[in-house]
């Protein structure tokens, strides 16, 4: 008996530290694919990097999966309010947030407290529905010139989702440091309208974070084209 609960016990404890292990088995138990919404801007919408991310998650989890986009141009945390019974019926078992960039602009008049309210209620509105998902707010990536202008105090919405994180007991995901690393000709040669990544650039970027996050520190991504 002592033996039988001794492996049990180290059982979940591999299960709990393994993060690759844990998806595997996650999208292993059942017959549908693991399937991934990505919530939020244009940058998700039209960021090019959802397909290469659902393909690198197939190879790292050995198991199918499918990418969603949930992402629309110009939108806001209010809009995915409105497309919260959407997402619940796609039956998801990970959501990927991001509005940080449209909260930001500010012909939207979108103050810190009502962005944190409407992402608050996004994230406790599919955890009702399915407790079982595990959930990212992420930052993305930088604006600049006219987009820029219009989004000054970008950072301080970015910086709402980690504490946020902590406090729903969520995942949080903070792309910003992949973005600063690059020389500042390649980020204006990379985001040639000061606002929308290449697709190139964007799975180089987000893709590898994205998929740690999802499935563990092993999982790398694929290679793309310079």
């Given amino acids: 008996m002592r033996r039988f609960v001794s492996g049990i016990i180290m059982t979940l404890a591999f299960t709990i530290l393994n993060p690759t292990y844990s998806a595997r088995v996650m999208a292993s138990q059942q017959e549908k694919p693991m399937t991934v919404v990505a919530l939020g801007t244009s940058l998700t919408h039209r960021g090019g990097w959802l397909k290469p991310l659902e393909q690198n998650l197939n190879t790292c989890l050995g198991v199918p999966v499918r990418v969603l986009d949930f992402g629309r141009s110009g939108e806001t945390s209010a809009w995915g309010l409105t497309v919260i019974t959407e997402v619940i ?114 799975t180089r970027l987000l893709v590898p974070t994205i998929s740690r996050a999802v499935a563990g520190t092993g999982c790398k991504a694929p290679p793309v084209s310079p």
């Fill in 89 to 202: 019926d796609a039956d998801p078992d990970v959501v990927l947030i991001e509005f940080s960039v449209n909260d930001a602009a500010w012909f939207k008049g979108f103050s810190l407290q009502r962005s944190r309210e409407n992402t608050t209620k996004i994230v406790q509105a599919i955890l009702k529905a399915k407790p079982q998902t595990k959930i990212f707010l992420m930052t993305m990536s930088p604006s600049f010139g006219l987009h820029g202008w219009i989004r000054w105090n970008v950072d301080a919405y970015f910086d709402l989702y980690e504490p946020l994180a902590r406090k729903l007991g969520v995942g949080y995901i903070d792309n910003r440091a992949n973005w600063k690393r690059l020389a500042k000709d390649e980020l204006r040669n990379g985001i040639p309208d000061g606002a929308h990544p290449s697709p190139d650039l964007a």
